[in-house]
């Protein structure tokens, strides 16, 4: 009972110093970077405690490659799906146009580099990484979805990954991070390897980096 408890911890410990930089006037300019060294080193240091290889998180070489794959295929799919969602949703519900006007490269080429080392991989790393392969070990029932076991520890860290994203940017909309996050959720599971949840979540904010700056 007292390890299942471990990983809550942690988790509320680094959403409260996320919180507390947040809302502290000095800090606040640096919360993305505080945001990033947290998620990324508090695995690292739990394995360096632990004495366990990098695979325990998904961290290793095995199932990179195949990963990726995935992740690039479920892009080919959903992307054209959800930007056409978008568009007649900000048509309709807010009379938005959209232009190709913003389309500079340097801009997009900053953002996808910054979101990727700073938002993409580590948010993985904590969340389907860490979370996900620690609480998956507690899961009672489990069924198979689409290729993989799935048990209560799969919402959980969904839910835990939409209420992160609300400390952040107190927006109720911000909750919806939870239906991509299964996504991610699935391709970490699919490969054992976080490889492909990191593709396919920075792509993702690319994409919606990319659309809601077309909107005029």
């Keep these: 009972m007292k390890r299942i408890k471990t990983p809550y911890i942690v988790y509320l410990v680094s959403m409260a110093v996320i919180a507390v930089a947040r809302y502290t006037h000095v800090l606040d300019q640096y919360l993305g970077t505080i945001a990033a060294v947290l998620f ?21 070489k095995k199932g990179m490659l195949s990963g990726m794959v995935k992740a690039i295929a479920m ?3 959903i992307f054209p799906l959800y930007s056409t ?10 009379h938005l146009a959209m232009t190709l006007s913003f389309m500079h490269t340097l801009p ?7 979101d990727l080392l700073m938002v993409a991989i580590p948010e993985e790393v904590f969340y389907r990484g860490y979370l996900q392969s620690e609480l998956k070990q507690y899961d009672r029932k489990k069924i198979h979805i689409a290729g993989i076991e799935i048990g209560v520890s799969f919402v959980i860290v969904n839910i835990l990954f939409a209420l992160g994203h ?10 919806a991070v939870f239906f991509p996050g299964l996504v991610f959720s699935w391709l970490k599971e699919k490969d054992d390897n976080i ?10 904010n690319v994409l919606s980096f990319l659309l809601f700056n077309m909107l005029r």
């Design 40 to 60: 990324l080193y508090i695995p690292v240091i739990i394995l360096f405690i632990k004495k366990k290889s990098p695979e325990l998180y998904g961290l290793g």
């Design 75 to 77: 892009v080919v799919i």
């Design 85 to 94: 969602g978008f568009y007649f949703y900000m048509k309709w519900f807010y």
């Design 108 to 114: 997009i080429l900053r953002f996808a580099f910054y």
């Design 166 to 175: 609300l400390i952040v940017i107190q927006d109720i909309v911000r909750l």
């Design 195 to 204: 490889s492909g949840s990191v593709t396919f979540h920075w792509l993702s």
